[in-house]
């Protein structure tokens, strides 16, 4: 899985992929998907509860 990060799109890594062939199979996946990264969600819900409780004083 590629993100298109540097070292991805790198001339010597793109050539060696033409090298071994496989460039027509390389799938384009968006960078930081929430869909293909699950710790996305549970990041949005701890900062909810954290924001929850220091807003009634709790510490």
């Not at 384009?28 to 701890?46: Q, V």
Request: charged share 20%.
């Amino acid at each position: 899985m590629e993100d298109g990060a540097p070292g991805h799109r790198a001339k010597l890594t793109t050539q060696y992929h033409e090298w071994i062939g496989l460039q027509p199979y390389k799938v384009s996946w968006p960078t930081s998907s929430p869909d293909l990264n699950p710790i996305e969600a549970i990041w949005c819900i701890m900062k909810d509860r954290l924001f929850a409780a220091n807003r009634n004083g709790q510490p």
